[in-house]
């Protein structure tokens, strides 16, 4: 079992930056891949940034790609989101989440929603124009 807790949210103007962070409890935190996801109001969860184990691959919507940047320290049982150049439509609650890590491509693709075993309860970024 894991358990996330995310923070870092916040209220910032368009083309600031923010860094979440998603801090995990248990001793497997290492041995799973780890997702950021958001939901704007309205709309479906939709997935943001994906991470191997190890934290060799990353993946990224296109949305974000190029302003977005995971990471993970297995150290300290924590990933991060590094948000640069936000923009008013990248508003949302942000969710980290985990799941095993397979050793299949599926690890190394971005992850759908429905894929993910473990979620926090989300932290909120508002990005004004």
């Known amino acids: 079992q894991v358990q996330l807790v995310e923070s870092g949210g916040g209220m910032v103007q368009a083309g600031d930056s923010l860094r979440l962070s998603c801090v995990a409890s248990?001793?497997?935190?290492?041995?799973?891949?780890v997702g950021w996801f958001r939901q704007a109001p309205g709309k479906e969860r939709e997935f943001v940034a994906g991470?191997?184990?190890?934290?060799?691959?990353?993946n990224y919507a296109d949305s974000v790609k190029g302003r977005f940047t995971i990471s993970r320290d297995n150290a300290k049982n924590t990933a991060y989101l590094q948000m640069d150049s936000l923009k008013p439509e990248d508003t949302a609650v942000y969710y980290c989440?985990?799941?095993?890590?397979?050793?299949?491509?599926?690890?190394?693709?971005?992850?759908?929603?429905?894929?993910?075993?473990?979620w926090g309860k989300g932290t909120l970024v508002t990005v004004s124009s």
């Open positions: 989440a985990a799941r095993p890590a397979r050793g299949f491509y599926s690890d190394y693709r971005p992850f759908p929603p429905t894929d993910m075993d473990y």
């Open positions: 248990g001793r497997t935190f290492s041995s799973n891949v």
């Open positions: 991470i191997s184990w190890s934290g060799g691959t990353t």
